[in-house]
């Protein structure tokens, strides 16, 4: 990938997470954290929904060229946020409360509004 197709794609990665942060906080989560990382990956959001702890991936696209955004969240791609969650738990010493992992499919077309879809207890 170019260094100009990068700096697009990461961009557009940022801008994503902002709407899920509005979303979120409209919806009456409360942010823990953004962008935790550990074992070399991420978790891009983490919020309590009411009492349940809520480990969130979000993923962007502007076309749907090459799939929908939540298509990117693979078998593997859950094992590795899964297991980053327990070290967030481990790290702050949570025990074993609710937990649960959403994914936030944005899709932000070049002309119009965002389109989000939330799939909640997504795995």
Known sequence: MSEDRYDEA????RRGEEIALRYFRRKGYR?????????????????HDGPTLVFIEVKTRATTEFGLPEEAVTPAKQNQIRK??????????LGEPDCRF???????PEEGDPVVTHFESAF
């Open 10 to 13: 990461h961009a557009l990665g």
């Open 31 to 47: 942010i823990v954290e953004r962008g935790f990382r550990l074992f070399r990956g991420e978790i891009d959001i983490i919020a």
């Open 84 to 93: 980053i969650a327990r070290g967030f738990l481990v790290e702050r010493g």
């Open 102 to 108: 959403d994914v936030l499919a944005v899709l932000v």
